[in-house]
């Protein structure tokens, strides 16, 4: 999925649960499945961000290297400026970019 994309809002918002819960018919469900959705997305961008700086590692960094490597902090701010994954689940929830289903017993 490419985060960049998102139209999420960068800060939090008010949303009005009783027309969120709509789908689920109940909103304990519904934020169950946002927080899902959450924890999925947030392990998403962990490991695009671990990848993208296992390029950065070196075996033996001396202090001008530390300070001059001007790559890694431009997406070290790139990966921060992104909305917050609860933020992004939400968005998706509200767009019907969401499946889930009732688990049956």
Excluded at 25 to 37: D, L
Excluded at 45 to 56: S, Y
Excluded at 65 to 80: P, T
């Amino acid at each position: 999925m490419d985060f960049r994309k998102t139209k999420a809002p960068l800060s939090t918002i008010t949303r009005d649960m009783n027309s969120m819960c709509e789908p689920t018919g109940n909103v304990y469900e519904t934020v169950n499945v946002i927080g899902k959705r959450a924890n999925q997305i947030s392990l998403l961008i962990r490991d695009e961000l671990d990848q993208k700086l296992k390029e950065f590692t070196s075996v033996a960094d001396s202090l001008e290297e530390v300070f001059e490597n001007r790559e890694q902090i431009e997406l070290s701010r790139f990966y921060e400026r992104l909305p917050k994954p609860t933020l992004i689940a939400a968005q998706e929830y509200v767009d019907n970019k969401l499946f889930h289903r009732k688990a049956i017993k």
